[in-house]
């Protein structure tokens, strides 16, 4: 029997905090942000049920939510529009912050503003989630890594990668083959440890793994899920291993219910896996991420196989997910797809004097093209990637001028 069948609420969270999670309202959609910016709904988490996943699978958990760990904490969520701070509540500085500027990309038009409501005196515009982090609080992840070694530290694969990353990043990570890509993104994981630290709210993963795993979720390129299982049977039950702890069955079923609306699977619920296609294989693979308490999602590939238009579709989706408030990090063939929707880019090179990958860049999409001197990202491949596979093999130069720009 699950502790919330036994106690009914083991961790005394307040009713809207229960609902607020239930409902998803930690995935606000793009609707759901306008109609809190025109006061026409009150979602509202206050102090955010995430932050009491830091406890979630160490073995206890607090009595009163004001046990909670002080070290955990999460961002209230802020919608700023053109007219004004909307009434979820006000960021320092978040007013004049801005989505970087890419060159040569037409700006995406804003959603048609809703009529004011009579008296109110408050100006609805098309919004967006602020993502700049407040001036008080460390990165919300931050990866130091010196070194990652295999065969017994015989091969080095990874040296010299550091970055952050914020509530509200949509992080490109970008590299040749062989480069590290997917090294990182284990190491981050805490799947395959690396020398270094992989902090999250400061955080150590790699000492605390038991008890922050939960919050990182990947959704892989080659996906796993089980043919010949219904999509909500599947979801369900990813849903009951990551909580079944704290919720109820009929609670958990409201939950799989809000994340399969969510990510728009909710009419293929009674579908065989084997009869989806691809892309809607990877919004199952999402879905089943999302149902738990995950504040960073590592997608590796997710668009691999699929046509331009379901590319799109899911970049949005995705996009929607770290608007939200949490990070997304993506790996993909296809960057200049989704070149508006980042916030971030990190580069990792092999330099050809140690065969290993090294941090090259790591900074906003606009100055990306300025550094490397190109107009697309997949330029940047081209930039980095050896001779031999059709690259102009400037590697090193990239690393060392990167590392020249930090020491500065």
């Not at 509540?89 to 978040?94: E, I, K, R, Y």
Request: glycine residues 10%.
């Amino acid at each position: 029997m699950s502790e919330s069948k036994k106690t009914g609420n083991p961790w005394d969270m307040r009713k809207e905090e229960r609902d607020f999670f239930l409902m998803a309202g930690d995935i606000l959609s793009a609707e759901e942000r306008k109609d809190v910016a025109a006061g026409k709904t009150s979602i509202d988490p206050g102090e955010r049920l995430l932050r009491y996943s830091a406890n979630f699978g160490a073995g206890t958990a607090p009595t009163a939510s004001a046990e909670a760990p002080k070290t955990i904490r999460e961002p209230a969520p802020v919608f700023y529009a053109p007219g004004g701070f909307s009434k979820a509540g006000d960021l320092p500085g978040a007013a004049t912050a801005k989505a970087p500027k890419i060159p040569d990309a037409p700006a995406r038009k804003p959603a048609a503003a809703e009529p004011t409501p009579a008296g109110s005196g408050y100006k609805p515009a098309a919004v967006r989630r602020v993502t700049e982090p407040r001036p008080d609080r460390a990165p919300a992840i931050h990866v130091a890594i010196r070194k990652k070694t295999v065969r017994f530290g015989k091969k080095t694969l990874l040296r010299d990668v550091k970055f952050d990353a914020g509530y509200g990043d949509f992080m490109l990570i970008l590299g040749g083959s062989g480069a590290g890509k997917t090294t990182l993104v284990r190491a981050i994981l805490g799947e395959s440890k690396a020398d270094g630290k992989v902090l999250l709210d400061g955080n150590d993963l790699y000492s605390d793994f038991k008890k922050l795993k939960y919050q990182i979720g990947l959704v892989p390129q080659f996906l796993t899920l089980r043919v010949n299982d219904t999509v909500r049977n599947t979801v369900m039950d990813a849903a009951r291993i990551k909580l079944d702890r704290m919720f109820s069955v009929d609670e958990i079923a409201k939950r799989v219910d809000s994340v399969l609306r969510k990510v728009g699977i909710k009419e293929l619920e009674d579908s065989l896996i084997c009869n989806l296609s691809g892309g809607q294989k990877k919004k199952v693979a999402v879905a089943v991420q999302l149902v738990g308490f995950q504040k960073i999602f590592i997608c590796d590939e997710p668009d691999s196989g699929l046509d331009a238009a379901s590319r799109q579709q899911l970049m949005d989706i995705l996009k929607e997910i770290s608007d939200s408030g949490k990070i997304v990090m993506i790996i993909t063939h296809y960057p200049d797809d989704a070149i508006r929707l980042f916030t971030k880019i990190v580069v990792i090179a092999k330099s050809s004097a140690d065969k290993a990958g090294h941090l090259a860049y790591c900074g906003n999409v606009a100055d990306a093209l300025s550094f490397f001197g190109v107009s697309q990202l997949q330029a940047i491949m081209k930039e980095i990637n050896p001779r031999n596979e059709g690259g102009a093999g400037r590697a090193d130069f990239f690393i060392g001028k990167y590392a020249e720009g930090v020491r500065r």
